[in-house]
C-alpha cells in the first residue's frame, strides 16, 4: 500500500493550497481518508476526514479548520484532496494522509481513529 502526498509549499496567510494523496494497492472505496498535521514540538493531530465511498462520503474536520479546509475524494482517480483556504501562520506544519476502516459514526465525530496506512508528510509552511 502506498499513499503519496503532494501539494504542500511555502505561501504567505490568507493564501490557499491543495494538497493531494494518491492511493495504491488498496481498495480505496472500502477505506476513510483523512489528513494529520504535526508542528514541531506538538503532537500529531487529526485535521481532517471523509469515510468510505459505502458510507455516504461523511466528512469531520477540526474545529481549527471548519470553514476553511475542505476534504474530497476523487475515486476515479483513488485520491483524496484538502483544499485549504486562508491559510494561517498556525497552520504551519507536515501534513500527512491515512487511511483506515474505523466506523462512519467515529469518522464524522473525530476523524480517522485507527490508521491502517500512513503516507510520508508534506510540509505546508505559511508565512506572516
Known amino acids: 500500500v502506498q499513499l503519496q502526498a503532494s501539494g504542500g509549499g511555502l505561501v504567505q496567510a490568507g493564501d490557499s493550497l491543495r494538497l493531494a494523496c494518491a492511493a495504491s494497492?488498496?481498495?480505496?472505496?472500502?477505506?476513510?481518508m483523512g489528513w494529520f498535521r504535526q508542528a514541531p514540538g506538538k503532537e500529531r493531530e487529526s485535521v481532517a476526514a471523509?469515510?468510505?465511498?459505502?458510507?455516504?462520503?461523511?466528512?469531520y474536520y477540526a474545529d481549527s479548520v471548519k470553514g476553511r479546509f475542505t476534504i474530497s475524494r476523487d475515486v476515479a482517480k483513488n485520491t483524496v484532496h484538502l483544499q485549504m483556504n486562508s491559510l494561517k501562520p498556525e497552520d504551519t506544519a507536515l501534513y500527512y494522509c491515512?487511511?483506515?476502516?474505523?466506523?462512519?459514526?467515529?469518522?464524522?465525530?473525530?476523524?480517522?481513529?485507527?490508521?491502517?496506512?500512513w503516507g510520508q508528510g508534506t510540509q505546508v509552511t505559511v508565512s506572516s
Open positions: 471523509i469515510s468510505r465511498t459505502s458510507g455516504g462520503d461523511g466528512t
Open positions: 491515512a487511511a483506515d476502516r474505523s466506523p462512519y459514526g467515529v469518522i464524522v465525530r473525530r476523524g480517522l481513529s485507527s490508521v491502517a496506512y
Open positions: 494497492g488498496l481498495t480505496f472505496r472500502s477505506y476513510n
